[in-house]
């Protein structure tokens, strides 16, 4: 990883990393009252001081090749496959001792940080931007490249964007365990980690122009078109629903700038773009990459291509208000949110059918191979969760499923079924690229992890589907006398055969990641063999592996 | 569009463009893809026409239908209590004794109090009103202040130990921990309040029966009254029967006289209407008779 980083780079990095250390001090001094966000500095300071001594331990290697300059840099890659696949594991398990926390509230053990308010963001967090985000810049990366046939602007800037994402998200979970939150769902941790991840989006964004600008092909592909809209939007999102007020410079705790139901409305077009542009946009960026070099097909139509992403991007922007359906919110932001979603399904369904079809041609490899089934299922639930999100937000429709398990069997529809099934699918397509292997260590493995993730996702998605329905209608029952005929504890008793089944599915989908983490690990690790072998040299009676800058396929 | 070259599978041509292996086709949008966009777009038009849907500076556009989600709200609960008026009504004018003659009401009052019980009461009391650890079995009939209704309807209207301003009060001394008692007396008493409700003792206790017993004349007839049958107007339990709050084993009694108890329930009055606190009266009555 170091060595691949010129001197001026290294010492780029002694700077960066001691001005990041000098935060982590001034954060330990002025949180010296405030236990969370001294806490933090000394996570900050411990990072920056680790990082400072790998540097330096490397500082006199020499310096990497000019050759270096006609090949791809996907070191940054690699530590993001790694760096999401643990994140996977973590946020799913967390997922599961939250499931299993509904059906069986005990398992907190009287630990204020094992309750269940702590670590239900630790799960949503650690899988959505964890998994996802790490899978995003990984993959992101990759594909920039080779779509733009440029090598990325220099090797300092991809290593501070990944290493400094992932430390925004050990202070984001960190500090929920610690109790610390800005209550807004999604948006969660306080004012010095939101500052840290725009600096660090706005990085990631200079890269992504930075490399474009010096591509040799004359178009830039759809994939890029997406990631290019999740970085920007999501940039412009974070910064405006973080906008608050810390209750002083020495205190974790800040206040949003916005109240009430400006407050609402800011934080749920916050919170439904970022499905839209972090967990679709980034997603659908995967999607046309990988999905047509796994098939070996064109992709169906460049056309529908174009009115899937304007209609998306335009759509999405608006949808937010139906989440506050029936509230304080004013009518008529309500029709807007409404309305624009109905018609986001066109483009919505566009998209996943331009998928579909680029497999005509192709169906017989989906039969044979689990990774392009992988990516198929994908968009199978992709079509499936925007029509129903489209469904949901109607507004009669919402009168019953809203704060019912009917949402998060939605969400868990398109998070699990859409963005875990084509980030695995996507990843088994890499990794053997990466480490310049001829196939994963065990296809076998990813078939059996295929299974254990579709028959998870489809058991979590039909628990929550009929404990939602049933929650909703007996909330709204009325008796004969006109009072209502359930209580709030029977619906929950309703419930709680649901849950059950919600955690299995949950676990089922958990040893699905495992699986496919361990056939990563040993890829990797089958690839560290043949290099030994390689470097042994000829007194192994091996064939010498064809190791090239690419390989076929890549 | 210069075009390249055409795939066999679908016999259309490529775009031409191609990005590390991945080229694209020209298929033209499907006319099913307009269709419903062209569908939708018609629906949001005409749906905008007929709902608030813009905003106009300070005003929005309020639709053909001069629809508004909060007029229709305050209807639906006005037509709601209208129809529930029906019996409610009757519930606020009869007295007790006439609703509880009134099978009528008194099946209003099983279907109206279960929920509303369950939602407000059971967090503490139970869904079948029974307690738990610290919260009184309502379906016992052994009732601190009074068992009649209006004594009740008065406890769920005021509280006890609450915030409100003629809240019941209600409290047991600290008689270990604050030193009126010592160790050996609290022990003696323990024996006998355990002794007055009939419970097998041990031998060590057995003896400390007489001492117990002046013990109990000097510090606890004041509430608990001479026979340990309690008293309702400061809500003391009766000790010789078979339900504790606390628990009525050695230890939990001990805990009880060493460290007091200052039981808690909130007032409704804020909460709960008059008519609701009454079907909650009745019903809570009605607990008992499962037992």
Redesign the interface.
Known sequence: MLSGLTVSERQLSLVVLGLLAVCGLAMIGAGRNDDALGTHGFIVLGVSLGLTFLVISRYFDPEPSQERLSEYYDDPTRAGIILAMVWAVIGMFVGVWVAALLAWPDLTFDAAWASFGRLRPVHTNGVIFGFGGNALIATSLHVLQ??S?ARLPDQFSPWFVLIGYNLFCIIAASGYLMGLTQSKEYAEPEWYADIWLVIVWVVYFLIYIRTLQRRK???I??ANWYYMAFILVVAVLHIVNNLALPVSLGHAKSYSVFSGVQDAMVQWWYGHNAVAFFLTAGFLGMLY?YL??RAE?????????I?SFW?ITFMYMWAGSHHLH?TAL???V???G???S??L???S??SA?NALATL??AWHRVRDDATLRFMMVAAVFYGISTFEGSFMAIRAVNSLSHYTDWTVGHVHAGALGWVAMITFGSFYALVPWMWKQGRMYSPKLVEVHFWFALAGTVIYVFAMWNSGIIQGLMWRTY????????????SLVAMHPYYIARTVGGLFFLIGAVVGAYNIAMTIRMARAAKVREEAGTDVPLPRPVATAMQA?? | MELGER?P??GRH??G?E????????????RV?LF??AA??L??IG??IL?????LGVS??KGLLG????EV?TRQVRD?AF??AA?TDRIARASFEEIAADPTLM??VR??G??????NC?VCHG?KGTGGPGFPNLAAGAWLWGGDPATIAETIRIGINSTHEGTRVSQMMAFGRDGVLTGQQVLNVGAYVRSLSGQSLSEAERGRLAAGKEVFAANCVVCHGDNGKGKHDVGAPDLTDQFWIYGGDVQSVHTTIYGGRQGYMPHWQDRLSPVETKLLTLYVLTLGDRQ
């Not at chain 1, 097909?297 to 291509?305: A, D, T, V």
């Not at chain 1, 008796?479 to 029977?490: K, P, R």
């Not at chain 2, 990005?19 to 499907?30: A, K, Q, S």
């Not at chain 2, 709902?51 to 905003?55: G, S, V």
């Open positions: 080779r779509t046939r092909e004359p178009h592909y759809v990459y047509p070099k097909r064109p992709i169906f139509s460049y056309r529908l291509s009115i209609g029936y004013p009518q008529w309500q029709t807007l409404m309305t624009f109905v018609v399904l066109v483009p369904w566009a059918g005509n041609g008796n004969d006398s006109g009072t209502l005929a359930y209580s709030f504890i029977d396929g890549e | 795939d599978v679908t490529t775009t463009h990005w590390n292996g991945i080229e694209e086709l020209e298929t033209p949008v499907p893809v419903f966009l939708t777009t629906f949001a749906y905008w709902m608030p849907a813009w905003p929005y556009t629809f508004d989600q909060r709200v709601a129809a529930r019996w099946r209003h279907e109206a279960r929920t509303l019980f369950a939602d059971a869904v």
